[in-house]
Every structure is written in structure tokens, then in C-alpha cells.
């Protein structure tokens, strides 16, 4: 008689945050984002100053996300297959915006445009690997006067 045993909990899942402290870390970390996000939410009926400086404020709020979760250790977050890409969109997205609010302070209508992985939006990917699903709202800013 043969006996064969297998090891289910070890794999990493490839699009989704699997071990537990990365997890943990992710999901405290965008809670606080979220609700910072939300609070400072620029409207469609404010100035395009006022909406750039909304969404830098935000894009604040996304990096002490990231820094949060940079805080568990570069080995901790290697351990975890998407950690660090997913990291890498929500760096992305700053950037992005921070192009965005940019071209708003300087009087122009600019379009954020995302980016596509794997034929996704980063945004879709982003939502996917973890629970933290703002990235969408974030990817359309309002434009002033709309």
C-alpha cells in the first residue's frame, strides 16, 4: 500500500495576496487609504485647482498605503508571487494622476488613461489580488465643470 501526502496551503496563488502577514498588512493598510480617499474625494463641481490638490492629497493617502505594506520587509513581500506588482500599479496609478493634476493646474482637459497587463486594466488586476477595491474610482477623477 502506498501512501501519498500533499501539501494544498503552500502554493502561492498567483493573482491573489496568499500569505497571511502580506494580507493582514494589505488589508489594514487600504482600509486607512480607502477611508482617507473617500474623505478627501474631489467634486466635478469644484475648481481644477481644487480637484488637482484633492487628488494629490489622495495620492498621499496611496503612498503611506504602500510604505505601509513595505514596512513587512522586501523578503516577506518576494514571498508573496503579486505583492510587488501590485505595489508597482498602485505606484503607477500616483503617477498617472500626478500627470493628471498637472495638466489641470496648467488649464488643460486631460484624459487618464490606464494602463493594460495581460489584457486587463491594472485597475481590474488591482481589485483582484487584493481586497481593496477603490482603484477604479481613483482611475476616474472627476473633470471640473462636468
Keep these: 500500500m502506498a501512501v501519498t501526502l500533499f501539501r494544498y496551503a503552500d502554493a502561492d496563488h498567483l493573482g491573489v495576496l496568499d500569505d ?3 494580507a493582514e ?3 489594514a493598510a487600504c482600509s486607512r487609504m480607502e477611508a482617507s480617499v473617500r474623505s478627501s474625494a474631489p467634486s466635478p463641481n469644484d475648481s481644477a485647482t481644487a480637484i488637482a490638490s484633492a487628488m494629490r ?3 498621499s493617502a496611496i503612498a503611506e498605503m504602500i510604505d505601509d505594506i513595505r514596512s513587512i520587509g522586501t523578503d516577506k513581500l518576494a514571498g508573496d508571487h503579486p505583492a510587488e506588482d501590485w505595489l508597482a500599479d ?3 496609478l500616483i503617477d498617472l494622476r ?5 495638466a489641470l493646474t496648467r488649464g488643460e ?3 487618464l488613461t490606464i494602463p493594460m497587463t495581460d489584457g486587463m486594466p491594472i485597475i481590474a488586476r488591482m481589485d483582484d489580488t487584493a481586497d481593496c477595491s477603490v482603484a477604479a474610482e481613483l482611475a ?3 473633470v471640473p465643470g462636468s
Design 20 to 22: 497571511r502577514d502580506v
Design 25 to 27: 498588512a494589505a488589508d
Design 57 to 59: 492629497n489622495q495620492n
Design 90 to 92: 498602485w505606484e503607477n
Design 98 to 102: 500626478e500627470d493628471y493634476a498637472d
Design 109 to 111: 482637459q486631460p484624459v
Design 140 to 142: 476616474q477623477p472627476p
